[in-house]
């Protein structure tokens, strides 16, 4: 474009004003031309991938049976827990406690062959049924308590 100018006037037809503003102006497009070009170069280095990288590999897990507690967590498994379970409530008034005596008979507020309740010091952790073993009671863990509900129980 300034090419053209020049080439239509005459070094005499030009005033040095006029010079000096094709001169501002040339200098402008050579230094908006070379700031675009080291943009489009930074662009085409930051998007090209390095050599180096490579995706990472993992090894797989797989579970293994009968796997022992890392020896992080084997002082936890010699901590003694206290397991009770609760085959119902009643409330009494000492009166009558005081009348109880062998065969006497409570009524609890379940219903026979309803879950029982088993806490860990003193947490409700599951429900199960009663079962005998050789001639001895047991419970049968039916339900264990997601943790969600364990939460829920702490606000009331």
Known sequence: MLE???KGQTQEELNPEDLMKMWEEALKEASSYQSSEEEKKQEVIETKPTPSSQPMTFKELTPSKGAEAPQELDFILDLPL???VE?????????????LSQGSIIELERVAGEPV???VNGK??????VVVVNE???VRVTEIISAQD????LGS
């Open 136 to 138: 001895r009671f047991g």
């Open 124 to 129: 409700l952790m599951a429900k199960g049924e």
């Open 117 to 119: 309740d088993i806490y």
């Open 82 to 84: 206290e397991v009770s």
């Open 150 to 153: 364990r939460v829920k129980r």
């Open 4 to 6: 053209e100018e020049i």
């Open 87 to 99: 085959i119902g409530r009643t409330k009494m008034q000492i009166k009558d406690l005081l009348k």
